[in-house]
T-cell receptor, first 115, second 112 residues
Framework: AQKVTQAQTEISVVEKEDVTLDCVYE???????LFWYKQPPSGELVFLIR??????QNEISGRYSWNFQKSTSSFNFTITASQVVDSAVYFC????????????FGTGTQLKVEL | NAGVTQTPKFRILKIGQSMTLQCTQD?????MYWYRQDPGMGLKLIYY???????DKGEVPNGYNVSRSTTEDFPLRLELAAPSQTSVYFC???????????FGQGTRLTVV
């Protein structure tokens, strides 16, 4: 069975602070994919990044960066110099083998960025 | 490009009523999904399909049914609505394993 844990329910920061959202996953499969999605107040789900289990390179995209560590089963997401527009719920998700590309989601982290 | 389109966006049902949530995608994706999102619980998979004519249960299928007669459409049927089915429902599609899922705008359903 697959499991994704996002222990941080809510985080509040002041604009321009850096913030890291934690994601810990469990799977017995050796091949799997990890994802991050953003859900702004408008409610839609926006894809941010995908990482496969064989690629442990960290990735940076503008103010966003992701740290994947198989040794600790973690796929953490850092926002540098946060902005009010980053306020959203962020979900980490796992797709393991077994057909269907089914996503197992964490419970999400509500990020509030204030002026 | 429309992507994944869900209708309706909002609906209020009385206990025991039935309804169908419509979902269509124009990306020629084989895989389609229905998730429900309850407050503080993340998204749970209700049903999924890997191609026309093929459907399978997800984590929380009770009280729902689906069909997949075409690649584009994947409707979700609620037969006897119950208050526990009050939720936000998302339809999604993806091209294959390991690819990102594209989500519809969601349907906010309230059962009273």
């Amino acid at each position: 069975a697959q499991k994704v844990t996002q222990a941080q329910t809510e985080i509040s920061v002041v604009e321009k602070e850096d913030v890291t959202l934690d994601c810990v996953y469990e799977t017995r499969d050796t091949t799997y994919y990890l994802f991050w999605y953003k859900q702004p107040p408008s409610g839609e789900l926006v894809f941010l990044i995908r990482r496969n289990s064989f690629d442990e390179q960290n990735e940076i995209s503008g103010r966003y960066s992701w740290n994947f560590q198989k040794s600790t089963s973690s796929f953490n997401f850092t926002i540098t110099a946060s902005q009010v527009v980053d306020s959203a719920v962020y979900f980490c998700a796992l797709s393991a083998t077994g057909g269907g590309n089914k996503l197992t989601f964490g419970t999400g982290t509500q990020l509030k960025v204030e002026l | 490009n429309a992507g994944v389109t869900q209708t309706p966006k909002f609906r209020i049902l009385k206990i025991g009523q039935s309804m169908t949530l419509q979902c269509t995608q124009d990306m020629n994706h084989n895989y389609m999904y229905w998730y429900r999102q309850d407050p503080g619980m993340g998204l749970k998979l209700i049903y999924y399909s890997v191609g026309a004519g093929i459907t399978d249960k997800g984590e929380v299928p009770n009280g729902y049914n689906v069909s997949r007669s075409t690649t584009e459409d994947f409707p979700l049927r609620l037969e006897l609505a119950a208050p526990s089915q009050t939720s936000v429902y998302f339809c999604a599609s993806s091209a294959g394993w390991g690819t990102e899922a594209f989500f519809g705008q969601g349907t906010r359903l309230t059962v009273v």
